[in-house]
């Protein structure tokens, strides 16, 4: 945040008690007290130590250095300013060599133009002649308009001095009101910040254990669905921002809020901030909900999108909360930080929806001052504040319960915790892993759906049709054939290969037919068919390929618990 200058002779170690004698030869010096006057004019300070002088400035935090020639030859300039500009941070920086001829301008040159991280150099020769390889643009136009004026006026020393003594005192004060604002925001540890952090973990582990690349484990742990909301499970608008789609996304959230939230805890309030990551992570939910592509949404991006847009609103409107000395660093970072989320919004299977509605609320809530430190302490103590964040907790960690107690997911593929289930309108019943839906596409043909792949693992649905008579045994075969053709051509795409022949056997002293295919997205497909003296009972099962052993054992449940009075 700050900007510094030092002025120095190349290989030299000067007292502390000549400084007088140093600041008098550059003032005397009309091509140094240019350049000081330059730096000076951008809002900088000359702060006199042992052998050197600093310049500070608030504009830049790129380091300024003024070297003075002297008597010494070019190529030791040369070596000297190649090993001074490794010294900045970064490789950024800008030096300034006063003094010398053609042969030190061509030092400076070769310097200038071997480097590869932007440092910058310029040389102002015995004549008064700048030349400017490279330099940061404030400092370049400042140079310029310095050594471009037609006159040469005669220093003012009393005036330049005394410039500097104000501008020091005005960066001590900065300096200060830094030191002060830092003491502040450091006193309380960020509590929530790291309890949120140690439940999103907690709740990874549990997708570890279930699963965590399973879109099921996610779902019946809270996750957000569309579908879901709609059926009146209201806790997945909280519950979705503890779980995570993999160890990157994780990571990502992770670290961005263990980096935003602490520094917004402790400058807003606990309460102020509780209030706000709860509000941001369900204002997330609700857009994509509302105007998101469908589909399940997972991850804190809703809520630390709202500390982003909390901190693009105190860069924009800053209220005394931050040291004036910060505030144009701090609009900078708000600036990489919003071109940083919308590219990471712009990938696939990202929620824009959510980062914009957790955005707005963040935004909106520290730029309108509900939730800003202004008026009251950092340490967030006034107890309206307060039950506000602690309601927002309270609720937050209710919805998370929630989710983890309805989805069961423990329960996931447990066959024992099926209920049994009567196939209305037949008589058949089957023990199915949820309540199937009746939907009669005929007087002669039903539909039930008996699993969704969203919670179950498996989307699975039984398609039942009743003979107008009783078949023989050549159109039972003939029956099976077709079915087999039928399959073949619904389930046969282009990127969508056989799992192996169609196998039959026998179930309950019926026949069966078992047809499978597998797709190169990592999707399976299995069509199972019994021929029944009554009707054609047809189970058709999608899932995920790595998924199949837990497809495979759901589907012999299901048809080994068929019973008919």
């Known amino acids: 945040m700050r900007k510094f200058l030092s002025v120095f002779d190349l290989g030299r170690s000067i007292p502390g008690t000549t400084l007088p004698m140093i600041q008098q030869r550059w003032l005397d010096d ?20 042992a052998g050197y002088t600093q310049q500070w400035s608030h504009e830049s935090p790129r380091p300024t250095v003024l070297v003075w020639v002297g ?3 070019a190529a030791d300039v040369e070596a000297q300013l190649r090993l ?6 970064a490789g950024e920086g800008d030096v300034v060599v006063i003094g010398g001829d053609s042969a030190h301008r061509a030092a400076a040159r070769a310097v200038s133009e071997g480097s590869v991280d932007r440092a910058g150099v310029a040389h102002v020769n015995d004549a008064g002649e700048l030349w400017i390889g490279y ?38 004060k900065a300096q200060a009101e830094v030191a002060s604002f830092n003491a502040q925001i450091s006193k309380q540890k960020p509590w929530i910040t790291w309890g949120l952090l140690a439940v999103m973990i907690a709740m990874f582990a549990v997708q570890l254990r279930f699963g965590s690349e399973s879109l099921s484990t996610s779902v019946r742990l809270g996750a957000m669905s569309r579908e879901k909301l709609k059926g009146g499970e209201l806790y997945r608008l909280l519950s979705y921002s503890f779980l995570h789609g993999g160890v990157n996304h994780l990571l990502m959230n992770g670290l961005s809020l263990f980096s935003l939230g602490a520094f917004y805890e402790r400058l807003l309030g606990r309460g102020r901030f509780a209030t706000l990551y709860v509000l941001s992570a369900l204002a997330g939910a609700l857009a994509a909900a509302l105007f998101g592509k469908g589909g399940v949404v997972v991850g804190a991006s809703g809520a630390v999108f709202g500390l982003i847009g909390a901190s693009v609103a105190l860069a924009v409107k800053p209220m ?27 990938l696939p299977n990202v929620s824009m929806a959510a980062h914009v509605g957790g955005f707005l609320v963040g935004f909106a809530m520290v730029y309108s001052g509900l939730a800003h430190p202004k008026d009251t302490p950092m340490e967030g103590r006034d107890a309206p504040m307060r039950a506000l964040g602690f309601a927002s907790l309270l609720l ?41 839906n009746a939907a009669p596409a005929s007087a002669t043909r039903f539909e039930w759906r008996v699993a969704e792949f969203s919670e179950d693992g498996v989307q699975a649905g039984l398609i039942y049709g009743r003979y107008a008579a009783t078949p023989t045994d050549d159109e039972l075969e003939d029956l099976a054939r077709a079915f087999v053709a039928g399959t073949q051509a619904i389930a046969h795409p282009s990127d969508t290969f056989s799992s192996g022949p169609p196998r039959r056997s026998m179930l309950g002293g ?7 295919f597998s797709a190169a997205s990592g999707v399976g497909f299995r069509n199972t068919l019994l021929l029944r003296r009554t009707g054609i009972l047809s189970l058709q099962v999608v899932y995920r390929s790595a998924e199949r052993a837990d497809a495979d054992r759901a589907i012999e449940a299901m048809l080994e618990s068929l019973t008919e009075p």
């Not at 019926?510 to 499978?516: A, C, H, M, V, W």
Request: aromatic share 4%.
């Open 30 to 49: 009309d091509r140094s007290a240019r350049a000081m006057r330059a730096l000076v004019g951008m809002g900088a300070i000359v702060v006199h130590e």
């Open 510 to 516: 019926f026949r069966r037919i078992d047809q499978g």
């Open 71 to 73: 008597d010494r030859p």
């Open 135 to 172: 330099a940061e643009p404030g400092l370049d136009r400042a140079l310029r308009a310095e050594f471009d004026r037609a006159d040469a006026p005669v220093v003012d020393r009393v005036a330049l001095v005394e410039a500097e003594r104000e501008q020091r005192e005005r960066v001590a």
């Open 84 to 89: 001074l500009l490794k010294t900045f941070a």
């Open 396 to 436: 937050l960690g209710a919805a998370t319960v929630a989710g983890v107690v309805h989805g069961r997911v423990w329960a996931r593929g447990d066959v024992s915790a099926w209920q049994r289930y009567t196939l209305a309108p037949t008589t058949m019943s089957m023990r199915l892993p949820r309540a199937p």
């Open 320 to 346: 005394g909360a931050l040291p004036a000395v910060l505030v144009a660093g701090f609009r900078r970072n708000a600036v990489v930080n919003i071109a940083l989320q919308v590219m990471v919004s712009l």
